[in-house]
């Protein structure tokens, strides 16, 4: 069983950034793959972001493409997430999710999930 908690959202003004994090325990980081998600109220969760096991391989929405970039640290059990020119639609609540079987943008390919860290910025 994976644990995930992820830290580092917080208010923002438009223009500025953040980095999230997700930092696993309880089971073998490196062989999984990793996805950041997000959901604001009154819509489904979305992809942002996706980094396969090995690290070699990533992919983004096209709304946070040029501004997001994923990443993991696998001696700290982390992964990242920096964000860079925060707009008032990034607003929502910030979701890491590992999976056992490929990187996706499916939420459904993942099977864990951590219990989100919020993101508000203000224009």
């Known amino acids: 069983q994976v644990q995930l908690v992820e830290s580092g959202g917080g208010l923002v003004q438009a223009g500025g950034s953040l980095r999230l994090s997700c930092a696993a325990s309880?089971?073998?980081?490196?062989?999984?793959?990793w996805g950041w998600f997000r959901q604001s109220p009154g819509k489904e969760r979305e992809f942002v972001a996706t980094?396969?096991?090995?690290?070699?391989?990533?992919y983004y929405d096209d709304s946070v493409e040029d501004r997001f970039t994923i990443s993991k640290d696998d001696a700290k059990s982390t992964v990242y997430l920096q964000m860079t020119g925060l707009k008032p639609e990034d607003t929502a609540v910030y979701y890491c999710?590992?999976?056992?079987?490929?990187?996706?943008?499916?939420?459904?390919?993942?099977?864990?999930w951590g219990q989100g860290t919020q993101v508000t910025v203000s224009s």
């Open positions: 999710a590992a999976a056992t079987y490929g990187s996706s943008w499916r939420p459904t390919n993942y099977e864990y």
């Open positions: 309880g089971g073998t980081f490196s062989s999984y793959s």
């Open positions: 980094i396969s096991w090995s690290g070699a391989s990533t």
